[in-house]
């Protein structure tokens, strides 16, 4: 009788022992499945964007300016108090003599300026320290502007901004900080003078690059001036 039931048992030993070697393979892929998920999941939105720009010869900004740029962008864009996919970063904690300011097309990923901006005379020297929201300062405003309209002033074609938060920019029309060229803005004053020339307060730009980024930016597209300061981001409602 047992020859019999020896042959039995063991092919449902045969079998479960099969069994759970293929559920122990399947835990272990699954297992191996979670944590490509969840080590994805750790890398935000804003740096899966950066990793895939397109520098298109440009020196990429620096990952924290830009995902902070990027943030308040999306929070603006779903206000609706930018409406354009284009992005200005200047990175005031940058070296002036540095080409600090990137134009980028958030709808391609792509940069498609990268140049040298002024801040104001009373924010600093080569480095830009002190900012200020206040008439005749002086100085540059941080955080998140709209770009408005072009028109012609005593700098040439120049691009009206609006300050989008209050007690932080919100004067930017009223102190009349527009983007504007500026012969003070080029290799050859930095070379003369050791760094770059400064504005009153504006984001002044190189003279052969002013028009065509007035023209990529102008209408409502979204422009960020970061600078990693605590006291920015205590008033600031965008990155608080």
């Known amino acids: 009788m047992m020859y019999k039931i020896l042959p039995g048992l063991f092919l449902i030993f045969i079998s479960f022992a099969t069994s759970n070697l ?30 895939n720009l397109n520098a298109n010869d440009c020196t990429l900004p620096k990952m924290e300016s ?9 929070l603006l864009k779903e206000k609706r108090l930018v409406r354009k996919n284009i992005l200005t970063l200047i990175d005031f904690s940058m070296s002036s003599n540095s080409k600090r300011l990137w134009v980028i097309d958030l709808t391609t990923n792509t940069i498609l300026y990268n140049s040298l901006v002024a801040h104001g005379r009373n924010t600093g020297n080569e480095f830009a320290t002190s900012f200020s929201n206040s008439a005749e300062s002086f100085k540059s405003s941080l955080g998140f502007y709209a770009t408005g309209e072009i028109y012609s002033g005593k700098h040439g074609k120049s691009l009206r901004l609006d300050g989008l938060e209050k007690g932080v920019n919100s004067n930017a029309r009223d102190r009349a900080i527009v983007i504007h060229g500026a012969d003070y803005v080029s290799s050859s004053f930095i070379q003369n003078n050791k760094r770059l020339g400064r504005s009153l307060g504006c984001p002044a730009l190189p003279m052969n690059l002013s028009s065509e980024i007035i023209q990529t930016i102008k209408d409502k597209s979204c422009l960020f001036i970061y600078y990693p300061s605590n006291s920015y981001k205590v008033a600031s409602r965008l990155v608080s």
Do not use: D, M, P, Q
């Open 22 to 51: 293929f559920f122990s393979e399947a835990k272990t892929e699954t297992r191996k499945e979670v944590a490509s998920v969840i080590k994805t999941n750790c890398e935000s939105n804003e740096e899966v964007v950066y990793h």
């Open 66 to 74: 830009f995902t902070e740029a990027l943030k308040g962008f999306y």
